[in-house]
């Protein structure tokens, strides 16, 4: 099984909660990625803001290099989008399924791991689940 394969089963294994997509990403990966990479659109309820809860992942988005990969929560199913941006300027946007997004998402920090030793320790970390 190649590395891509590895990452990609291991994001796979917590898709079905986006919130826990929030922490996987913003936690093992955002460490390894440079500031600013992982964003992250809450929706915070009027009980979530009294308790002093987070509130719900509605959006997340990963930015490396030109490409923004997009997970929307929509109608309780997330959408994914794959976008590539060029000096602030959409040039592409595809609308993926979250298998593809899941893929796109890993060869994207794959080769970023290739040439930084910090994201391949991240890397590392999230695959055999440390």
Do not use: N
Not at 15 to 27: I, P, R, S
Not at 58 to 85: F, S, W, Y
């Amino acid at each position: 099984m190649s590395e891509i394969e590895l990452l990609a089963a291991a994001l796979r294994r917590d898709a079905a909660d986006l919130d826990m997509y929030a922490q996987v990403l913003t936690g093992s990966l955002a460490d390894a990625l440079p500031p600013g990479s992982v964003e992250l659109a809450r929706k915070r309820s009027v009980s979530d803001r009294l308790s002093g809860r987070p509130g719900t992942v509605e959006r997340l988005e990963v930015i490396l290099d030109d490409r923004r990969l997009i997970l929307v929560l929509a109608h309780g199913r997330p959408q994914g989008e794959v976008a590539t941006v060029v000096r602030g300027v959409v040039l592409s946007r595809k609308q993926v399924a979250l298998d593809e997004w899941v893929h796109e998402l890993a060869t994207a920090v794959a080769a970023r791991a290739q040439s930084d030793a910090r994201a391949r320790a991240a890397l590392e970390k999230l695959v055999l689940g440390l």
